[in-house]
């Protein structure tokens, strides 16, 4: 695996996570310009962990264990979201 970030490297990565996705949030919903939709919250909860999913598989390869050695989810939980966004390994 790659190198451990310190403390302070993590606390600013996730800042910037945090910040890109309020950025990307507040495009989205200019883009739909307010439509209202009782769905909404859950649309962008999949669509950023479908994201994550994709990334992190793709991040190690497709190996599951160390998917979720370093994301901190269990592998069965891993298989199940793998399979809920049709992702293949």
Known sequence: M??????AE??????????????ITHQYLEDIEGCR?????????????????RSLISFTKGNQKEAAEIS???????RKKLKKFNIET
């Open 10 to 23: 993590s606390s600013y990565n996730a800042k910037t996570l945090q910040d890109l996705v309020n950025k």
């Open 2 to 7: 790659g190198r451990k970030n310190t403390m």
């Open 72 to 78: 901190g989810i269990s592998r069965n939980t891993i």
């Open 37 to 53: 939709d009782s769905s909404l919250y859950y649309k962008i909860i999949d669509s950023v962990e479908e994201g994550f999913f």
